[in-house]
């Protein structure tokens, strides 16, 4: 039997509100769990039927996202189809330990693992420059434009995180690409809406099944999303690199900093 919420106008359109937020900076950034997961609290959710809810109505505001971005996915195809499958196992694994294992049990590496992805954001320009010289010097081919072995197997351990709790992993998503990948970070942005669709879509397909979800914070989430994913790809593509790292980099920490304290 499914969780049922009963909410006041106020807290339905709170949870509209955080939808088009969490919509908005998804697309443009991640992290956008970290704006409605606490409201869905605040409004008697459990935990865990709160992430459940939260994963399912976030899937049309990730779609909206990578739509709105279509123009920068253009040769993108094989790069995706590879990621995607990696993504979409990872999420399964993700979703599956977020009922099985305790509630806490992510908390202390949580914080950890997003630290890591700004640390990758903010060297990911310097440490590109010296592998692309070490790579003149050498005579060494290209980089792989699908990133090899090790970015399809970065990808799906962070997607194993993001089925789990979703939060920051666009971050992680796009601190990997941007290390292993020779293309524009609104490139990479792009690729990272479209994984975090996959992410959602194949938890959400577990968790309709197998998980206690509320379909009004559902309804109310995947509306206000969708607004926001549109939003977020108007705002986001005019964003110079510097300045969307610099969002990235702020966005995270203020993630990290709500992770601890939470």
Same mark, same amino acid.
């Given at each position: 039997?499914h969780e049922?919420?009963t909410?006041?106008?106020w807290?339905?359109l709170?949870v509209?509100?955080?939808?088009v937020?969490?919509?908005t900076?998804?697309?443009?950034?991640?992290?956008?769990t970290?704006?409605?997961?606490?409201?869905?609290?605040a409004?008697?959710?459990?935990?865990?039927?709160a992430t459940?809810?939260?994963?399912?109505?976030?899937?049309?505001?990730?779609?909206?996202?990578?739509?709105?971005?279509?123009?920068?996915?253009t040769?993108?195809?094989r790069?995706?189809?590879?990621?995607?499958?990696a993504?979409?196992?990872?999420?399964?694994c993700?979703?599956?330990?977020?009922?099985?294992?305790?509630?806490?049990?992510?908390?202390t &590496?949580?914080?950890? !693992?997003?630290?890591?992805? /700004?640390t990758?954001? %903010?060297?990911?320009?310097?440490?590109?420059?010296? @592998? +692309?010289?070490?790579?003149?010097?050498?005579?060494?081919?290209?980089?792989?434009?699908d990133?090899?072995?090790?970015?399809?197997t970065?990808?799906l351990?962070a997607?194993?995180?993001?089925?789990?709790?979703?939060?920051a992993?666009?971050i992680?998503?796009?601190?990997?690409?941007?290390?292993?990948?020779?293309?524009?970070?609104?490139?990479?942005n792009?690729?990272?809406?479209?994984?975090?669709?996959?992410?959602?879509?194949t938890a959400?397909?577990?968790?309709?099944f197998?998980?206690?979800?509320?379909?009004?914070?559902?309804?109310?989430?995947?509306?206000g999303?969708?607004l926001g994913?549109?939003?977020?790809?108007? &705002?986001?593509?005019? !964003?110079p690199?510097?300045v /969307?790292?610099v969002? %990235?980099v702020?966005?995270?920490?203020?993630?990290? @900093? +709500?992770?601890?304290?939470?």
């Amino acid at each position: 039997m499914h969780e049922r919420l009963t909410v006041t106008i106020w807290e339905m359109l709170a949870v509209f509100a955080a939808g088009v937020g969490a919509g908005t900076i998804n697309t443009i950034v991640g992290s956008g769990t970290l704006i409605t997961f606490p409201v869905l609290l605040a409004t008697g959710l459990p935990p865990v039927t709160a992430t459940v809810s939260n994963a399912l109505g976030l899937i049309p505001g990730s779609i909206s996202g990578a739509i709105g971005y279509r123009k920068e996915l253009t040769g993108q195809r094989r790069r995706i189809l590879r990621m995607g499958a990696a993504a979409a196992v990872g999420s399964v694994c993700g979703a599956v330990l977020l009922l099985a294992l305790p509630a806490n049990a992510f908390e202390t &590496i949580v914080p950890v !693992l997003v630290g890591l992805a /700004l640390t990758l954001v %903010i060297l990911q320009p310097r440490i590109t420059k010296a @592998v +692309q010289r070490r790579r003149e010097r050498n005579g060494s081919d290209a980089p792989d434009p699908d990133g090899g072995p090790l970015l399809i197997t970065g990808l799906l351990l962070a997607s194993v995180y993001g089925g789990y709790f979703t939060a920051a992993q666009g971050i992680i998503y796009v601190a990997l690409m941007g290390m292993l990948l020779n293309d524009t970070l609104q490139r990479l942005n792009a690729t990272k809406n479209v994984l975090a669709a996959v992410v959602n879509s194949t938890a959400a397909v577990f968790f309709l099944f197998a998980a206690e979800f509320d379909w009004t914070a559902v309804a109310l989430i995947a509306v206000g999303s969708t607004l926001g994913g549109q939003l977020g790809a108007k &705002i986001g593509r005019r !964003l110079p690199p510097t300045v /969307l790292r610099v969002l %990235i980099v702020a966005v995270g920490t203020v993630a990290i @900093v +709500q992770l601890i304290l939470r």
